[in-house]
């Protein structure tokens, strides 16, 4: 059902969080779990000394648990991959064999 579940405590913080994340992937660094909640941590630092940060005492609480970054991953569809350098050596060898 759309709509159901657990709602985000703060949109500010998930949104800059998804933001480094898909800049981060560009760059083709890894970021694992550990990564995601140290950003995490330093985007609430962040908005908690914005006055303009809605729902202040709720991010203020926020603990960015196991589930929580379960349920991020699950909203933005993050998969773990490993990135390897096996396609890139194929297709350097392929255009070897072509030449």
């Known amino acids: 059902m759309p709509g ?4 985000i405590t703060c949109k500010l913080l998930d949104d800059a969080l998804f933001e480094w994340f898909i800049k981060q992937r560009a ?3 890894p970021v694992t779990e550990d990564s995601l909640t140290t950003q995490a941590r330093k ?3 962040k908005l908690l000394q914005r006055p303009d940060t809605e729902d202040q005492e709720k991010l203020a609480k926020m603990e960015f648990t196991n589930g929580w ?3 991020f991953k699950k909203r ?3 998969r773990r991959r490993k ?3 096996w396609s890139k050596k194929l ?3 392929m255009r070897k ?3």
């Not at 159901?4 to 709602?7: A, C, E, I, L, W």
């Open 4 to 7: 159901s579940g657990r709602k």
């Open 27 to 29: 760059r083709q660094l």
């Open 43 to 45: 985007i609430k630092a």
């Open 69 to 71: 970054i379960d349920r």
């Open 76 to 78: 933005h569809f993050i």
């Open 83 to 85: 990135v390897t350098t």
């Open 91 to 93: 297709a350097s060898t």
């Open 97 to 99: 064999e072509i030449a």
